[in-house]
């Protein structure tokens, strides 16, 4: 019996390590054993860089209550990193105590920006590589309590936050870097002459909105109650951009979603103002994460972001100032 | 008559819509995509990992079930098929109640050894191993039993033992069996998306499955269509090369 499961095995693990050959620089999952339980397995969670796979190790602390948190609260500056009002990287000699993997947890409706800002960082940190996993913020926080591992989270609302701070997640106070407004999005333009929230609710208007935990979900919970409007969604989403691309798709008439994204589409949708979303503005916070297997490089990311450099591509992007 | 052909039609016309929706000219672009080449390694490479250890504990589970009676074997045969019934994201909270840093088992293994198996690469290959082993065991068990005990009586009686029944008989009966059943195990883990979405996450390169790369890439706002379609493309194209390779004996090919 073990024998023959021996003979498979070994035919199937040269099958996956000749397909392991063909590979570039990617993860590394140990192949070789395919049913090891060793933490070598366990903590494959490595970026397919280059990096050495020192970053991967899982962080040995005995468990994640008593981790040490040799961070600042992220509104200081650390003094290994250069001050972030700087905007440059002339002004200190920053990078060259920085390495490793940043893990940044960020909200969907974050993704063009962060992706610049990422670069950015990249560019004045080269021994560092950013992964940055974007979902619905609500997502995010609930693989976060379950001990997924990250550096760095911004959340699109205080909300989801708060639950990651009153989980024991988040060091420090987290920093409210950014804010942004709802804006309904239609087909370019705009068919089915939507003006405001209520000819949402009328008849043959197929709406999308996020779902009530995502951020923009409970902002437009908020703008809809204030407008007195009832809505009656076609569907509601676990992050804004898939209710952007179900308008973008034509598979529904119009959905709220954020002036960034509508900006952000390309012209794929257009956007309609409503006097409500003044009621619903969302912040976003931004905070290092108390179990960051890398703190000084998140602390410095978190610099960027609320930084100078950051702030103007928020700005460029159509985010009101925090 | 009106039945059926609607039948085919419902069975087929979406892949016709997703061949007239592909934009053949970027095709090759966007399937050489950062994007696309890492999910695709990644899925590949969890695929055969989840394929191996299906066969490592599949195969001794459908020669148990299919070669001993009793009541034990009766529900035993039940609890593997559970998996099978059961909604995949279901599996995946049950997987991360087991094995995330506060599940049942996981949260000593991270106490102990520092191991964190939720949201990692060894997390997709359990989500995939969880949905796809079934799938396995209920295939060779079939098999097993409908080939009957003859053959491995007989090589009893002319003196082989335990192993060199197996290995002479049984396996050699069963290759069919196992190769076909292997090759839809594959693409069973291959096509896995519930339990992965809510045990490993959606991170790139460490547990962003094809399937979860095109979720992803479709609702990225309309950017990554093209790129979701093509991806789909290439695994309806997987589809069709696994069930050209398990296509049975008098087939119409």
């Not at chain 1, 993997?101 to 962060?114: E, G, M, R, W, Y």
């Not at chain 2, 192993?163 to 896995?192: D, H, I, K, Y």
């Not at chain 2, 499955?209 to 095109?214: K, R, S, V």
Request: contains cysteine; neutral net charge; proline residues 6%.
């Amino acid at each position: 019996m073990i024998r023959t499961t021996r003979a498979f095995l070994a035919v199937l693990a040269a099958a996956a390590l000749g397909v392991a050959g063909c590979a570039g620089s990617s993860g590394n999952v140990a192949t070789s054993t395919p049913v090891a339980t060793s933490s070598s397995v366990g903590s494959a969670g490595a970026a397919p860089s280059t990096e050495s796979s020192s970053s991967s190790a899982p962080s040995s602390s005995g468990s994640s209550s008593t981790a040490p948190t040799s961070t600042a609260p992220s509104s200081t500056a650390p003094s290994s990193t250069a001050p972030s009002s700087s905007g440059s990287s002339s002004s200190a000699p920053s990078g060259g105590e920085l390495s490793g993997t940043v893990t940044v947890f960020a909200a969907a409706s974050l993704q063009k920006t962060f992706d610049d800002l990422t670069a950015t960082f990249e560019k004045e940190h080269p021994g560092v590589d950013v992964q940055v996993s974007y979902d619905g913020s609500s997502t995010l926080v609930t693989q976060l309590t379950q001990g997924a591992e990250a550096d760095v989270f911004a959340s699109a609302d205080q909300k989801n936050m708060t639950k990651a701070t009153d989980a024991g997640l988040v060091t420090g106070t987290p920093t409210i870097f950014a804010t942004n407004t709802l804006q309904i999005a239609v087909k370019p333009g705009n068919p089915k002459g939507i003006t405001d929230l209520a000819s949402l609710a009328k008849s043959g208007v197929a709406t999308v909105v996020c779902a009530p935990e995502v951020p923009c979900g409970s902002a437009a919970r908020t703008a809809l109650d204030a407008a007195g409007v009832t809505l009656d969604p076609a569907s509601e989403e676990q992050k804004v951009t898939d209710v952007l691309t179900k308008v973008a798709e034509g598979d529904a008439d119009a959905g709220l979603v954020y002036k960034t994204d509508v900006s952000g589409s390309g012209g794929k949708v257009e956007g309609i103002d409503f006097k409500e979303s003044a009621e619903a503005v969302n912040s976003y916070p931004i905070s290092v994460l108390k179990a960051a297997p890398n703190p000084s490089a998140a602390a410095a990311f978190v610099d960027v972001v609320t930084g100078a450099e950051g702030q103007k591509t928020l700005t460029a992007a159509g985010f009101g100032a925090p | 008559m009106v039945p059926a052909g609607l039948g085919i039609a419902l069975l087929l016309l979406p892949l016709v819509a997703l061949l007239a929706k592909a934009d053949w000219a970027q095709l090759p672009a966007a399937l050489g995509s950062r994007p696309v080449l890492l999910a695709l390694w990644l899925s590949l490479r969890c695929g055969l990992l989840a394929t191996a250890v299906c066969l490592v504990l599949g195969i001794p589970l459908a020669l148990l079930l299919a070669r001993r009676e009793g009541w034990w074997i009766r529900l035993l045969r039940t609890l593997v098929t559970v998996p099978l019934v059961l909604p995949p994201m279901v599996g995946g909270i049950a997987l991360l109640y087991l094995l995330s840093t506060q599940g049942l088992i996981g949260q000593y293994l991270f106490e102990w050894f520092g191991t964190r198996i939720a949201f990692s690469t060894l997390a997709v290959v359990l989500a995939e191993t969880f949905v796809a082993l079934p799938f396995l065991v209920l295939t060779l068990e079939g098999a097993l039993r409908s080939l009957g005990d003859r053959f491995e009586t007989v090589a009893a009686t002319l003196g082989a033992g335990r192993t060199t029944t197996l290995f002479r008989v049984t396996l050699p009966l069963l290759r069919p069996a196992l190769l076909s059943g292997t090759a839809l195990c594959f693409a069973r883990a291959l096509g896995e998306f519930g339990a992965t979405a809510l045990f490993a996450g959606n991170k790139e390169g460490v547990t962003r499955t094809m399937p979860l790369a095109i979720y992803t890439e479709f609702n990225g706002g309309g950017d990554g269509t093209d790129t979701a379609v093509a991806m789909s493309l290439l695994l309806v194209v997987v589809a069709l090369l696994i069930l050209f390779a398990v296509r049975p004996r008098r087939s119409v090919w």
